[in-house]
């Protein structure tokens, strides 16, 4: 009987226990980023919430989090957070209010984790990356989403029309990573190779903090024999809303070049040189929206950052400049990336060469195929023969392109 009884008991226990796990509910994702931050750097969310650093502890990693859901403080069980401890934000909605079936259900609705330790900097204020995953809140304004919570199939090497000009496409499959292509307008915004389970995103940096316009969990590939199709889930879109002033001060000069000289190419690097006539207590530079370099303490002088190897097409590079009384400054450059002219010749002359020795190959096993009636002959090379003309031929074609390669580019 008292083995009942504890049993009993344990189970009760362990109910209590897992029910509050069981509650709670994580609605659509809404915002996704992995801004720099330092103290007292504020960033505004989805929905009127923001979030505000209030501290750093660069012996331990912890991050002190203030959260404000329009201009409001709101009140947080653990304020702190560090790479092995996120901070989580979890609201209680009842829902039926009034009613006999009235609950109240926990809703998770703000994720931040530092990834990394906190950084310091030639004696500057300390800074560090977090992470940020926010979901919708049921309680508050959700706004005018372009799109929110869909689902879509694309198939690879097709183009997906979404809403408000905005594009996604699917390349090759290969090694189990698919490349997505987001663009604005036919503008490429981002590119990225992403694995099944990844998360595929795009947001813009400003002054009042990262806005998410573009994520959608990739939730598998599925190949058949005439096509490889790529599933997304959780799809979330909305028009960005950040404006950048386009026209550089005079007391700033930006240029984006070649480490090579010349035009910029697709697969190399840029190099953005900035000059700065006046002094900032940190500079952030960003190339797509994404953080590329940060300075802190920067006197006037010309600085310069190094970007990856770039795709094909139009580019933004911002400059983000803080001043001593926190206000922030925020000027972006447009640069365009052509595609490598001498690769696509170098392939198209292999392609071409592989394409006539194939032929004539073809040609020669078709006459050896082919049935004649006995009283007729066919024309035919010897197979050395044919080797050597194929030869011929083959440099030949590299040589034409050669010239042309050589007059032309």
Not at 315 to 344: G, P, Q, R, W
Request: proline letters at 3%; glycine letters at 6%; aromatic letters at 10%.
């Amino acid at each position: 009987m008292k083995y009942i009884h504890f049993v009993i008991t344990c189970t009760c226990v362990i109910f209590l226990l897992i029910s509050p796990a069981l509650g709670l509910k994580t609605k659509e994702m809404v915002h996704y980023s992995e801004p720099v931050v330092r103290v007292n750097d504020e960033l505004f969310l989805e929905q009127g919430y923001s979030v505000r650093v209030l501290d750093m502890n660069s012996n331990n990693g912890e991050i002190r989090i203030g959260l404000y859901l329009n201009g409001e403080e709101v009140e947080l069980d653990d304020d702190l957070a560090a790479e092995d401890k996120e901070l989580e934000y979890v609201r209680t909605v009842v829902e039926n209010e009034g009613n006999d079936d009235e609950t109240e259900i926990d809703h998770r609705i703000l994720r931040i984790t530092p990834e990394g330790s906190v950084k310091t900097q030639d004696g500057a204020e300390p800074y560090s990356t977090i992470r940020i995953e926010q979901y919708l809140d049921p309680v508050e304004d959700a706004g005018d989403y372009l799109i929110l919570d869909k689902r879509y199939s694309l198939k690879a090497g097709s183009k997906l029309e979404l809403a408000g000009l905005y594009t996604l496409e699917a390349k090759d499959v290969d090694d189990e990573e698919v490349s997505l292509e987001l663009r604005y307008d036919g503008r490429l915004l981002k590119d990225e190779e992403v694995e099944e389970g990844d998360l595929f995103y795009y947001s813009v940096y400003s002054d009042t903090g990262p806005q998410t316009v573009f994520l959608a969990n990739v939730k598998g590939f599925f190949e058949t024999d005439e096509a490889i199709m790529v599933f997304l889930d959780e799809v979330f879109l909305q028009q960005e809303t950040v404006s950048v002033n386009t026209d550089v001060p005079e007391n700033i000069d930006m240029y984006i070049v070649s480490p090579s000289g010349g035009e910029l190419k697709a697969g190399s690097i840029a190099i953005i040189d900035y000059c700065l006539d006046g002094a900032y207590s940190e500079v952030r530079v960003l190339v797509d929206g994404e953080v590329l370099d940060t300075r802190y303490d920067v006197s006037p002088g010309t600085y310069k950052a190094v970007t990856g190897e770039l795709v094909a097409g139009t580019h933004e590079t911002t400059l983000m400049l803080f001043d001593d009384y926190a206000s922030v400054s925020y000027y972006s450059e447009e640069f365009t990336v052509l595609v490598d002219i001498k690769d696509n010749i170098t392939g198209s002359i292999a392609e071409l060469a592989g394409s006539a020795v194939g032929s004539l190959e073809n040609i020669n096993s078709s006459n050896s195929s082919v049935n004649i009636p006995s009283k007729m002959s066919a024309p035919s090379l010897p197979s050395g023969i044919s080797d050597i003309f194929s030869l011929i031929v083959t440099a030949g074609i590299f040589m034409v392109f050669a010239w042309f390669f050589k007059k032309f580019i």
